[in-house]
């Protein structure tokens, strides 16, 4: 299984940014995806987490900003992300879950996320 995000980068505040997560090799099913990010210095927390339901969390510090969002032809996961916050600064991981229970199993490797002025 193989993760790859892309679409990061330098943004003002205010600003948006849509960072992409392409799946291959994926050959079970799916029972949750999700985007996490991790400041320097921070846990890794998540900020948008879906569920093969299509069930949605989002934190407070995100919810009303973020969209998570999955095109299943393209085996592809979204993160729409709107006015921006200098705090939303970060790596930005994708993952899957691949079992009923235990939690995400599998990761990207992250990209970089910086608002600045």
């Known amino acids: 299984v193989l993760l790859v995000e892309s679409g990061g980068g330098l943004v003002q505040p205010g600003g948006s940014l849509n960072v992409s997560c392409v799946a291959s090799?994926?050959?079970?099913?799916?029972?949750?995806m999700g985007w996490y990010r991790q400041a320097p210095g921070t846990k890794r927390e998540p900020v948008a987490v879906m569920s093969s339901a299509g069930h949605v969390y989002y934190p407070d510090s995100v919810k009303g900003r973020f969209t998570i969002s999955r095109d299943k032809a393209k085996n592809t996961l979204y993160l729409q992300m709107d006015n921006l916050k200098l705090e939303d600064t970060g790596v930005y991981y994708c993952?899957?879950?691949?079992?009923?229970?235990?939690?995400?199993?599998?990761w990207g490797q992250g990209t970089q996320v910086t608002v600045s002025l």
């Open positions: 090799g994926v050959t079970f099913d799916i029972y949750g």
């Open positions: 993952a899957i879950q691949s079992q009923r229970v235990g939690g995400f199993d599998y």
